[in-house]
């Protein structure tokens, strides 16, 4: 079975500060990964994907994350913050040749934008 | 599209009462989740459903909880009797099979049981 490790559940950081936010995952098959944003009191939103090609995967909204199969990490960059970006993301999986569509989702990091 | 629907948003009830979820996919879509988010447990997928047909109900935590899709465009997810460890935001979120595995989610039933 897959598992996500998320490493850190809360990151405060400054507006316009950079932030990275750190995703492990296990499998001994190959994953689909996926980065979701919840903002305050809504659902999740899917913010970016790798299915496959580059490893470097980027979101309209400025965020990146590179898939790292050797240390099986898909850590979630962006470089300047607003305090718009204040939200829970999370990291997800989904084993490619399995049936089901299930996503296996990290316990989240909830990120705080300060002034 | 509306996106997926969920009702209600906000549910308070007391202890033994029977509750039930509700929710609409987004049109097209063939599969459905039903997810518990807690601040102890994070996001946990309770059932999911392929074509109306539950295909993975191992995360459903006791036979208290149960859920169903009579067609496309309808969920339920009844709890009975509720207990207040079952206070939580239930998602649910739906997917096409040909769209690259993104998941839509609904805005979530906020439970809480007093």
């Known amino acids: 079975a897959q598992s996500v490790t998320q490493l850190d559940s809360q990151v405060p950081v400054f507006e316009e500060a950079p932030v990275e936010l750190r995703c492990n995952y296990s499998?001994?098959?190959?994953?689909?990964l996926f980065w979701y944003v919840q903002y305050p009191n809504q659902g999740l939103q899917l913010l970016l994907k790798?299915?496959?090609?580059?490893?470097l995967v980027e979101s309209i909204n400025g965020f990146e994350a590179e898939f790292n199969k050797s240390q099986t990490s898909f850590h979630l960059r962006k470089p300047s913050v607003h305090i718009s970006d204040t939200a829970e993301y999370f990291c997800?999986?989904?084993?490619?040749?399995?049936?089901?569509?299930?996503?296996?989702f990290g316990g989240g990091t909830r990120v705080l934008v300060k002034p | 599209d509306a996106g997926v629907i969920q009702s209600p948003r906000h549910e308070v009830t007391e202890m033994g009462q029977e509750v039930t979820l509700r929710c609409k996919p987004i049109?097209?879509?063939?599969?459905l989740f039903w997810y518990r988010q807690t601040m102890m447990r994070g996001l946990e997928l309770l059932i999911y459903?392929?074509?109306?047909?539950?295909?993975?109900d191992s995360g459903m935590p006791e036979d208290r909880f149960s859920a169903k899709m009579p067609n496309a465009s309808f969920s339920t997810l009844k709890i009975q009797p509720s207990e207040p460890r079952d206070s939580a935001v239930y998602f649910c979120?739906?997917?096409?099979?040909?769209?690259?595995?993104?998941?839509?989610f609904g805005p979530g039933t906020r439970l809480t049981v007093l």
């Open positions: 049109s097209g879509h063939d599969y």
């Open positions: 979120a739906s997917i096409r099979t040909t769209s690259y595995n993104e998941q839509f």
């Open positions: 499998s001994s098959v190959s994953v689909y």
């Open positions: 997800a999986v989904r084993v490619i040749k399995a049936a089901g569509n299930k996503l296996t």
């Open positions: 790798y299915l496959s090609g580059s490893t």
């Open positions: 459903f392929n074509n109306n047909v539950p295909i993975d």
